[in-house]
């Protein structure tokens, strides 16, 4: 089992940034691929971007590439979502999870957080 909690979130104007941060406890951290996911209200949750289980690779969707980084702390089992330029469609609420292997798709992911909440005001 692995227990996910995710903190960092809060409101900003638009252009601004924030710093989501999702640590882990219960098994080795460093044994799964992390992901980050939002879902606004009506709205089904999306993939924002993963990162390898060595912090190797990365991938983004295409709305927030270039203007949002995931990187990750195996020795402090951290994963961060550095937001920057944000933007009022980014509001949702920010998910981690993790995940066997490094995917875009919600359903394989095993372990999720309870979730954060991003506001952005115009």
């Known amino acids: 089992q692995v227990q996910l909690v995710e903190s960092g979130g809060g409101l900003v104007q638009a252009g601004g940034s924030l710093r989501l941060s999702c640590t882990a406890s219960g098994r080795t951290f460093s044994s799964y691929a992390m992901g980050w996911f939002r879902q606004a209200p009506g709205k089904e949750r999306e993939f924002v971007t993963a990162i390898t289980r060595s912090g190797g690779n990365t991938y983004y969707a295409v709305s927030v590439k270039g203007r949002f980084t995931i990187s990750r702390n195996n020795a402090k089992n951290t994963v961060y979502l550095q937001m920057n330029s944000l933007k009022p469609e980014d509001t949702a609420v920010y998910y981690c999870?993790?995940?066997?292997?490094?995917?875009?798709?919600?359903?394989?992911?095993?372990?999720w957080g309870q979730g954060t909440q991003v506001a952005v005001s115009s």
């Open positions: 999870a993790a995940s066997d292997l490094v995917t875009n798709i919600p359903s394989k992911y095993d372990y």
